[in-house]
Antibody, heavy 118, light 110 residues
Framework: QVQLQESGPGLVKPSETLSLTCTVF??????????WSWIRQPPGKGLEWIGY???????KYNPSLKSRVTISVDTSKNQFSLKLSSVTAADTAVYYC??????????WGQGTLVTVSS | QSVLTQPPSVSAAPGQKVTISCSGS????????LSWYQQLPGTAPKLLIY???KRPSGIPDRFSGSKSGTSATLGITGLQTGDEADYYC???????????FGGGTRLTVL
């Protein structure tokens, strides 16, 4: 059974960089046709896809966030990471790491709330 | 505004059936697989339906998915109070080169 766990600061100051890491248990970030993804959900609002890194290493970002987002993978630690730069209050959200297949997102982390505030 | 359109809310009585619609376009629903997610209060979303109409292991057959053209429908039969949740549809949008979600539908079991 695949499990994902987000980790990182819960509070980030405006204009700084948000950094989160997702550790994958019960599976490998290098195996299978999987898209290792980040998705966020502002309080009381819907889901927004941030981007993914494919098991082969290719990366896709949401065009609306592309200029500020970096997703990377550390195969030695079986982790993948998110960096979002120049954050504002609008970036306050629950951030989920997840595993996707072609037809949907089949495993989700529990989510971590990141608040942008001074 | 979400790329995929869902009704904000639906409601039905226990034991009844409810359907939730998801409308899009040829660049998303019309030419890509659709999935549905259930989000219980305070929890992460859970995959209910993938590849338009397939259920992951452990999802009861009370939940079903269908797609026709640029629209899709999630059906839930034998409603239970435990089904009260937010439901989201999602798919790839070939024009945006992005995963897109509907705005979500809150199901109330009266």
């Amino acid at each position: 059974q695949v499990q994902l766990q987000e980790s990182g600061p819960g509070l980030v100051k405006p204009s700084e960089t948000l950094s989160l890491t997702c550790t994958v248990f019960g599976g490998s970030v290098t195996s299978g046709s999987h898209y290792w993804s980040w998705i966020r959900q502002p309080p009381g609002k819907g889901l927004e896809w941030i981007g993914y890194i494919y098991y082969s290493g290719s990366i896709k970002y949401n065009p609306s966030l592309k200029s500020r987002v970096t997703i990377s993978v550390d195969t030695s630690k079986n982790q993948f990471s998110l960096k979002l730069s120049s954050v504002t209050a609008a970036d306050t959200a629950v951030y989920y790491c997840a595993r996707a297949i072609a037809g949907g997102v089949d495993y989700w982390g529990q989510g971590t709330l990141v608040t942008v505030s001074s | 505004q979400s790329v995929l359109t869902q009704p904000p809310s639906v409601s039905a009585a226990p034991g009844q059936k409810v359907t939730i619609s998801c409308s899009g376009s040829s660049s998303n629903i019309g030419n890509n697989y659709l999935s549905w997610y259930q989000q219980l209060p305070g929890t992460a979303p859970k995959l209910l339906i993938y590849d338009n109409n397939k259920r992951p292991s452990g999802i009861p057959d009370r939940f079903s998915g269908s797609k026709s053209g640029t629209s899709a429908t999630l059906g839930i039969t034998g409603l239970q109070t435990g089904d009260e949740a937010d439901y989201y549809c999602g798919t790839w949008d070939s024009s945006l080169s992005a995963v897109v979600f509907g705005g979500g539908t809150r199901l109330t079991v009266l």
